[in-house]
């Protein structure tokens, strides 16, 4: 990350945590084509950095994100929108992919592709203020692609409600609909999500790894499929010297010494 120059983001480090900061508050942070390249390019650098042990993403000026820039939209050809929709997807996937868990800070209003990006990370945590929409069925663009997520998050009638519907829901909402994790005062917001960062760096990064692609891979997929496969990923993680380490120590009543692996 050291050293790279981004046009539409503010990379840096913060303890055990990597911020990445979508840097247009003058487009309320709309998710372009460049923008959301970045990103990825962000994540993967982040993926690479052996103390970054979380990834907070949040956004500069009064919004979260606003979605895709439909400015950059607007009389394209099909070959630039199919572009532009799988580098989105790809930064969604990138999210989940990454070993390390993603946190999305949100202080103020994420809609569309934003509120889409919100569902993506793997916690998320916001300001009283907050608000979250999926409005494109007003303006003829359907948030078909934000509800892969949010309907994951959500549930099938609340997501359908936010999609049909346009209309946003205040935090509290999300935070009883499974959207965000924790709502705080938008002054205790920085503090609530580095009390997160602070407990999951104090487990093996291995570890959180491991659970974080386990997470995923079985989500979606029958029961006994997630049963055989998490069987077998508990087999590998009991073998792993931080597991054995850790249980070590839980026995001996001391505190682990984590080697990463």
């Given at each position: 990350m050291a050293g790279t120059e981004y046009r539409n983001l503010l990379v840096s480090t913060d303890g055990p945590a990597a911020r990445i900061v979508l840097n247009r508050p003058e487009r309320r942070n709309a998710l372009s084509l460049e923008l959301m390249e970045e990103v990825l390019a962000a994540l993967g650098a982040v993926s690479a950095q052996e103390a970054v042990r979380v990834v907070v993403l949040e956004g500069a000026g009064p919004a979260f994100s606003a979605g895709h820039d439909l400015a950059e939209m607007i009389g394209r050809e099909e070959a630039f929108l199919r572009e532009?929709?799988?580098?989105?997807?790809?930064?969604?996937?990138?999210?989940?992919?990454?070993?390390?868990?993603?946190?999305?800070?949100v202080h103020g209003m994420a809609t569309a592709a934003g509120?889409?990006?919100?569902?993506?990370?793997?916690?998320?945590?916001?300001?009283?203020?907050?608000?979250?929409?999926?409005?494109?069925?007003?303006?003829g663009l359907f948030c078909s692609t934000p509800m892969v997520p949010i309907s994951r998050a959500v549930g099938r009638k609340r997501a359908m409600q936010m999609l049909l519907t346009g209309e946003p829901i205040d935090a509290r909402t999300?935070?009883?609909?499974?959207?965000?994790?924790?709502?705080?005062?938008?002054?205790?917001?920085?503090?609530?999500?580095?009390?997160?960062?602070?407990?999951?760096?104090?487990?093996?990064?291995?570890?959180?790894?491991?659970?974080?692609?386990?997470?995923?891979?079985?989500?979606?997929?029958?029961?006994?499929?997630?049963?055989?496969?998490c069987s077998q990923v508990m087999t590998d993680n009991a073998l792993a010297a931080d597991a054995q380490e850790g249980m070590s120590a839980f026995l001996q009543k001391r505190q682990p010494v984590w080697r990463g692996e």
């Open positions: 532009l929709f799988a580098v989105c997807t790809a930064m969604m996937e990138k999210v989940h992919a990454l070993p390390q868990p993603v946190i999305a800070k509120c889409q990006l919100v569902a993506a990370c793997d916690l998320a945590v916001a300001a009283s203020e907050a608000r979250f929409a999926t409005p494109g069925v007003k303006i999300a935070l009883d609909w499974g959207l965000v994790n924790r709502v705080v005062p938008s002054d205790e917001l920085d503090s609530a999500v580095m009390e997160l960062v602070e407990a999951i760096a104090r487990s093996s990064s291995y570890t959180v790894a491991t659970g974080k692609r386990a997470f995923y891979d079985q989500i979606d997929g029958p029961e006994r499929d997630a049963y055989r496969h």
